[in-house]
């Protein structure tokens, strides 16, 4: 049973991992799904695959770090659908290292996507939420922010990245108390080590380092996280999935 009909849900970072897996997922159960990254060609595909399952998308090429961005893909989305009942703060960047001589771009960038990204985005749906809780099918509305058990456990070399997910975190439980009362379930999930393109955009040494570290572990599937989120958003009404951490079974840390 599509429990999602007639709903409308944004993922931003759909063009690969996660985001791409949740949107299917979504899509699957019933919501149009937007579509937001910066990669346009990757999201078309994704869109042509959701239609030809029956499915409806829409594609919104953004970068979430630049406010103005985010807020016209979540008013084009508002424009084009009409309503906006789930929104998916995927997006994210993940630049590991020493502090010590650490490249500042790849710490701006962390800070843009994974911080303000995340902020604007939330920052614009917030209005579009709220009325979709108070009218929309399923009278509850959903926000569900990734973050990462980096949000939980700071490591060496991941300095930067734990400040963005640890803030993730206190961020969305302060929202949390400020709109549960109206119906609007904010969410956070907590992913170990997943199978996805995120490691591939450190530096070689790093990418090793990495590599390595989780050599052993059979790693999370995107669609292992998608899931998880389908099942936060597809809860009753009066079930608040409040925060969610997933790990291979194999991670210890
Ligand atoms: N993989 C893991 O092990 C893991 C573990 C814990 C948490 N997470 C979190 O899961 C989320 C998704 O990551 P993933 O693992 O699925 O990695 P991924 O495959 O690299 O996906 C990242 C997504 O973010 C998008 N993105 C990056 N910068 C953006 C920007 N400025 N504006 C709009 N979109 C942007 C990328 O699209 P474009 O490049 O096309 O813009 C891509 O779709 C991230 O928040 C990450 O921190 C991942």
Redesign the pocket.
Known sequence: MPELDGTVSLI?????????ATALVLAGRGSAVVL????QE?LEQLAERISGDGGRALVIE????SHEQAERAVDQTVTELGRLDTLVN?????LLGPVQDAPLEEWEQML???VA?LLYCAHAALPHLLRAAEDGPRQVADMVN?????GRVARLGSGVYNLT?HGVGAFSESLRQEVTQRHLRVSLVE????E???QSHNRPEIREQISETFAEIERLR?QDVADAIAYIVTRPRHVAINELLIRPTEQER
């Open positions: 931003t970072g759909a063009s690969s991992g996660i985001g791409e937001v990254a910066r990669r990757r953004a970068d979430v770090g995927n997006a994210g960047v993940m843009a996507v994974n990204g990734i973050s990462s058990v980096a997910k992913p170990g080590v997943v996805t393109e995120l995107a």
